[in-house]
């Protein structure tokens, strides 16, 4: 049995009591913490307080996708393949649009619990009777929200470079923050001693721009000419 960390088990607790008034959860919680085994047990919990039939979960790549249904597997104890008499089935974003339609019926007529991964992926609002985002977000906006029994959005990073918004979330009126339920940030991360080293890949292109205090800005062709000056 997986042992839960003090963040995980203090979210979990807190995932469970906000379902019992309300439908949506938003988890912030720093790269590499440990979400996917939080978030799994919480549908340990709903399944064992019979309150959900299925889990539906969605992120950013095959590869995470994977490693999604891999860990919910090992935690519920049973398949997570989307098949007859699996727990659940693990989805990209991108394949969305090609699910069968027999998958969103199941979300309709039975109490699904679907998890979003690194929801700021997804852009979504309702815009006078319009829905308004990116593919994702209009997708989760028209077939997700309002039709599952509880959803649970997880992100490391919940705010967007082109400052749209959110599907599913909640922002403050006074400085335009996303509200999030649970935060697990880098700080205490540190302080837990189980931050992650980060990775840092570096794309070489020809206009490359480097900005300082003494020489002001400076463009090169590549990422080895930079580093010559």
């Known amino acids: ?30 790269p590499g ?5 939080m978030v799994a047990s919480v549908a340990k919990a709903l399944f064992q307080q019979d309150k959900i039939d299925f889990v539906v979960c969605f992120s950013p790549s095959r590869a995470v996708a994977h490693g999604v249904a891999l860990t919910f597997s090992q935690i519920l104890g049973k398949s997570f393949n989307g098949q007859i ?37 997804c852009s979504g609002v309702v815009w006078e009777n319009s829905l308004i985002g990116n593919s994702w977000g209009r997708t989760i906006l028209d077939k ?4 599952a029994r509880y959803t649970m ?19 403050t009126t006074c400085n335009g923050q ?9 700080r205490q991360a540190v302080s837990d001693g189980v931050c992650r080293a980060p990775k840092i890949v570096l794309t070489d292109n ?9 020489s002001g800005c400076k463009t090169f062709a590549s990422i080895s000419e930079s580093l010559q000056n």
């Open 33 to 37: 913490a440990g979400k996917t085994v």
């Open 85 to 121: 008499g699996a727990a659940g089935g693990s989805y990209t974003y991108q394949s969305m649009d090609t699910l069968p339609e027999e998958l969103w019926q199941v979300l309709r007529e039975h109490r699904v619990l679907v998890v979003l991964d690194e929801i700021h992926h």
């Open 206 to 214: 020809r206009e490359i721009s480097i900005r300082s205090g003494e």
């Open 153 to 171: 959005a997880l992100s490391g990073t919940p705010w967007r470079t082109d400052d749209s918004p959110i599907v599913l979330s909640h922002y």
């Open 1 to 30: 049995m997986t042992q839960l960390r003090r963040w995980q088990v203090e979210c979990k607790e807190k995932a469970l009591s906000v379902f019992d008034n309300q439908s949506h959860f938003l988890c912030h919680a720093t």
């Open 178 to 186: 996303i509200s999030c339920d649970y935060e697990y940030g880098l």
């Open 144 to 147: 997700i929200q309002g039709k």
